[in-house]
């Protein structure tokens, strides 16, 4: 019996390679999706340990944490100016 990846023609081994470029990308992407999490995360726990004070200094509020570590919050004003 013959093993048909390394007898078979060049064009016909693409599969492996194609597989594991998917592989691989998959791979990568699972990762950059851990490490972003994992950014979030720190990035929120290290706001929540701040005082009301050093918050209001930099224009968030407890409930404008996890906004503004997403990058969906916009910091106005006291009359709803945006910065």
Same mark, same amino acid.
């Given at each position: *019996? !013959?093993? !048909?990846?390394?007898? =078979?023609? =060049? %064009?016909?081994? /693409?599969?492996?390679?194609?597989? =594991? %470029?998917? *592989? *691989?990308?998959?791979?990568?992407? &699972? ?5 972003? /999490?994992?950014?979030?995360?720190? $990035? *929120? /726990?290290?706001?929540? %340990? ?6 209001? $200094?930099? &224009?968030? !509020? ?5 906004? /503004? ?10 009359? &709803?100016?945006?910065?």
């Amino acid at each position: *019996m !013959t093993n !048909t990846i390394f007898n =078979a023609p =060049a %064009s016909e081994r /693409a599969v492996p390679s194609d597989f =594991a %470029s998917r *592989m *691989m990308f998959m791979v990568k992407t &699972g990762f950059g999706r851990l490490w972003h /999490a994992h950014v979030v995360a720190r $990035d *929120m /726990a290290y706001l929540r %340990s701040r005082s009301d004070y050093e918050l209001k $200094d930099i &224009g968030l !509020t407890r409930e404008n944490i996890e906004r /503004a570590v997403r990058g969906e919050f916009v910091p106005q004003d006291e009359l &709803g100016r945006r910065y």
